[in-house]
């Protein structure tokens, strides 16, 4: 998967991806219900080139964590936000066998706009998990928007697993209440269209983890 995704982020301009977007306003539109302070830790999770970390540092967000399983995509962000990139972390690893993120702690918001669907094993999808579990604090929230069930069955030549809201609440269980949610049709670089599903949860105490 990492020579994929270096492949691909090397061999086409970041405008062309067809998962780029020039206004992240979806994202964004969730964030900003979080109302959470802009001192706390904001994590996006297959960031790749994605604007959204310049709205983050335009918003005053002060502890971005920008991570991905691509260095070739980072690199891209890192020279698109030039001296702004010594505000934000990088962290090249694996979501689903993290070497390093797996050492955060009381992240407040998880975002992640199309990496879950790419997780197609249950394995996968068990430690992608597992992972957010540990490291997304007792309040904290999680923006996960993947491709809805009206959504292509493949994406960058990957397979995908499509979602409806309900299957999300089913994955994340009864640690994470849902908060909003809603459908959005995405408009590619290349004129076509993807069905997604935004989601918005809190994660909240349980007696499992008094």
Sequence with gaps: ???HWNKVYSSKETTQLGWYEESPE????LIDKCHVNKDNKVLDVGTGASTLIDNLIKRGYNKIIAADISEEALNKLKARLGEKASSVTFIVDNLTAPEHLNDLKDIMIWHDRAVLHFLTGKSERDAYLSLLSQVV???GYVIIAAFSLEGAPKCSGLDVKRYDVNM?????GSNFILKEHFNYLYNMPSGDKRPYVYT???RIQNDKWK
């Design 1 to 3: 998967m990492k020579n």
């Design 26 to 29: 979806k994202s964004l539109e």
């Design 137 to 139: 604090r007792i309040g």
């Design 168 to 172: 999300i609440q089913d994955f994340l």
């Design 200 to 202: 918005l949860f809190q």
